[in-house]
């Protein structure tokens, strides 16, 4: 004869009534050895199957979060009617705008950008994954590249992934590369081809001329010359932009350095008639590395006498600042450099006048090797100027 426990069915009732909810008690732990025994043995070892997969999937959500948190890229799924599903903090910032105000919504009309909805309808259409790169403006204008794949359920597009990534620093890197080779190479090609013109000169005959062939070897030697500065200054800078560039700091008696500087241009200023000054204090000391300190006096006093005028002057003279730091200033009464000039006048190549520049010797590299030398000391450079009235280049060391 068969009894039923009421007890044993309250307690499975009520665990399968947790279930529905979406509760998982921890077992039944009903122990007999009858039909209800039995299942609920059964449904205990479903309670411990769905326990474990739940608790896995628990974990691999989090992971996926962790993931998409962390990650440097934008992204965003949305479902099949491009209605936003989530989006991650960088999505967010991206496109300044804030999960709670995204998620559930058309994605145009959160984001109104109809280049990245047409990529995204293309993908939801074709089920084909899209590759574009596009210009946003935002607060500032960016470069990105879009990947937008589908998301299949059962073989059917249910909604699609867009994933940004910000690729502004290399587009603008790859233009100073290409800016860089560009104008090394015409740099390089035109001493060259002075070089190899005079050359043919002198074998096709021109050597036998005392007169012109002494002149033609002067050339030579004068664009030689100038190629082998620009090859010197491509390869200090080179060396300053490497990364892990150590100094030999120690202490540099800054009004020597530059009366020893003063003194190799001596020629320079006798020609030009410039008065040079260096009002440096005597005993003004810095720790830093002297011969990349002595590059830096060599090339600011080097451009003060090169774009100075006839019978002008230079002057060297220091401040002493707050927080254990001085700061130089060398001062022209040259040509001065034009405001739109300014902010480029420390990048590479960069020249004012170029005809002026090149006749009178100069790489364009200079102030960006000073720069560079500066900054690597913990310094800062910087440059005041008025046009036809002269310019005072500063740099500020720490003592």
Known sequence: MFFLNRGHIRRITAALEEIEKGNLPQRINIYSKGALGRLAQVIDRVLSGLTTRINTLNKEAVKGKAILT????????????????????????????????????????VIRNNDISEIIHRVLKNGEPVSSELSLVLPVQKTFKINASAIFEESIVAGCVLVIHDITQMRRLERVRSDFVANVSHELKTPLTSIKGFVETLLEGALEDKKNSREFLRIIQEHANRLESLINDLLDLASLEERGVSLRAREVNLKELADKILMSFEAQLKNKEVEASNELPENLIVKADKDKIEQVFTNLIDNAVKFNRQKGSIKIYAHELSDNKIKVLIKDSGWGIPPKDIPRIFERFYRVDKARSRALGGTGLGLSIVKHIIELHGGSIDVESSEGLGSEFSFILPK
């Open 70 to 109: 962390s990650m440097v890229e934008g992204v965003i799924a949305l479902d099949n009617d491009a209605r936003i599903l989530s989006l991650n903090p960088t999505g967010q910032k991206i496109f300044n705008i804030k999960k709670q105000n995204a998620e559930g919504r058309l994605f145009l009309e």
